[in-house]
């Protein structure tokens, strides 16, 4: 039986979506079907907190459609883990975000890993995910100095800069494993690991894997608690039409 999974872009660059998607098909099991949206609302990119909070909002629209539409369960495939607290209180699938897909899936298989991210405005937010998810004393977090959007143009020297703090994760930090810190680096993961001669963990891929297992399970978000459907209230202004419930009935 075949099985629809939804990989939300958060930032509204249409060609970072087209590398979240062909990475996720690229480990996605042969019953299982990748669709990969973008939001068309917000950012072009997400570094650091004000362009999270303002992704938010597109987010939310593209997986109460996507859920309309019969997908079994979703992946914000943005480091930051935008939006996933407020993404799992308002779905009824199982929502995952890549950061916490890929430190998890990095403990597997080392006592000691990096992420290796974007800009030191997005390391920090990084950071504090890594202490939320437990792995404050497995995984340190370095900042390339990349732009986000230069990993879309060869020609600014984008690889390269990732290439040189991996480099210095494995000298210096004794990394055994390497994560990439950000849903436009998926497209590179194969190649580091040859090069590099250990793992390194792509945070799309790793989502994917465990939205299938979640799936295959019949496991979902739990509604008791934290997670619970938000309570019906008016929402006023420009957030008028995300009142609790309106977004899953457009």
């Known amino acids: 039986m075949t099985v629809q999974i939804l990989v939300v872009n958060p930032n509204t660059t249409a060609s970072m979506t087209e590398t979240i998607g062909a990475a996720a098909r690229a480990v996605a099991g042969a019953w299982t079907e990748i669709i990969?949206?973008?939001?068309?609302?917000?950012?072009?990119?997400?570094?650091?907190?004000?362009?999270?909070?303002?992704?938010?909002?597109?987010?939310?629209?593209?997986?109460?459609?996507?859920?309309?539409?019969?997908?079994?369960?979703?992946?914000?495939?943005?480091?930051?883990?935008?939006?996933?607290?407020?993404?799992?209180?308002?779905?009824n699938i199982p929502v995952i975000g890549i950061c916490e897909a890929a430190l998890s899936m990095a403990s597997f298989i080392a006592q000691r890993f990096t992420v290796v991210t974007t800009t030191e405005r997005s390391r920090v937010p990084v950071e504090g995910l890594v202490q939320r998810y437990g792995m404050a004393g497995r995984a340190r977090v370095r900042a390339a100095d990349?732009?986000?959007?230069?990993?879309?143009?060869?020609?600014?020297?984008?690889?390269?800069?990732?290439?040189?703090?991996?480099?210095?994760?494995?000298e210096e930090d004794r990394a055994e494993a390497i994560v990439l810190g950000c849903a436009g680096m998926a497209d590179l993961a194969h190649q580091l690991q040859a090069d590099f001669g250990l793992p390194v963990i792509d945070g799309v891929g790793a989502a994917i894997k465990q939205a299938e297992a979640l799936i295959a399970l019949g496991l979902s978000t739990s509604k008791r608690g934290a997670y619970a459907s938000p309570l019906a209230k008016p929402y006023r202004g420009m957030l008028k039409s995300f009142s609790p419930g309106a977004v899953a009935a457009e």
Do not use: W
Request: glycine letters at 10%; hydrophobic letters at 45%.
């Open 36 to 91: 990969a949206v973008t939001s068309s609302t917000g950012p072009d990119s997400i570094e650091g907190y004000y362009d999270e909070a303002l992704a938010v909002p597109g987010l939310l629209m593209e997986i109460a459609a996507g859920e309309r539409r019969g997908a079994q369960a979703a992946v914000i495939a943005c480091f930051d883990d935008t939006g996933l607290d407020a993404a799992r209180a308002m779905a």
């Open 146 to 170: 990349i732009p986000v959007l230069a990993l879309e143009d060869p020609a600014s020297g984008a690889t390269g800069k990732l290439r040189d703090e991996i480099a210095r994760a494995v």
